[in-house]
Nanobody, 128 residues
C-alpha cells in the first residue's frame, strides 16, 4: 500500500535549522513528483518546495527561496526538506505529497488538489 510518512519536525529557535524527511513505502518515490506543503491554523495551504520525478528540477515558494532546499535520497526512498534561517512565520504543519500527471508539471506543482498521496504531517514551531 502506498504510504508517505513525514518526520523531523519540532521546536527550533529563530535562525535555526531543521531537516524534514518524507519516507515512502510501497512504491518508488523517485518516480513521483514530490511537494512539501505547509498550513498554519486559519491560513491557506501553501506550497513550499517541489522536486520533479524525471529530472530533479526544483521549485521553491517565494517565502522560502534561499533558505530551504529539497533533495532526494533514492537509497532511502526519501525526500528531504532542509530548512535554514528559520523564522517564526515558518511555524506550521508540514506535509509531503506525491503525484504523477499534473504534479509533474512545474506550473501546476503547488496545486494541492492534484496530489493523491499525502503524509500525516509533522509540526514545525519556530520560536523567537
Amino acid at each position: 500500500q502506498l504510504q508517505l510518512v513525514e518526520s523531523g519536525g519540532g521546536l527550533v529557535q529563530s535562525g535555526g535549522s531543521l531537516t524534514l524527511s518524507c519516507a515512502a513505502s510501497g512504491f518508488t518515490l523517485d518516480y513521483y513528483a514530490v511537494t512539501w506543503f505547509r498550513q498554519a491554523p486559519g491560513k491557506e495551504r501553501e506550497g513550499v518546495s517541489w522536486i520533479r520525478n524525471s529530472d530533479g528540477s526544483t521549485t521553491y515558494g517565494d517565502s522560502v527561496k534561499g533558505r530551504f532546499t529539497i533533495s532526494r535520497d533514492a537509497a532511502k526512498n526519501t525526500v528531504y526538506l532542509q530548512m535554514n534561517s528559520l523564522k517564526p512565520e515558518d511555524t506550521a504543519d508540514y506535509y509531503c505529497a506525491a503525484g504523477t500527471g499534473g504534479p509533474t508539471v512545474q506550473a501546476m506543482c503547488f496545486m494541492w488538489s492534484l496530489y493523491d498521496y499525502w503524509g500525516q504531517g509533522t509540526q514545525v514551531t519556530v520560536s523567537s
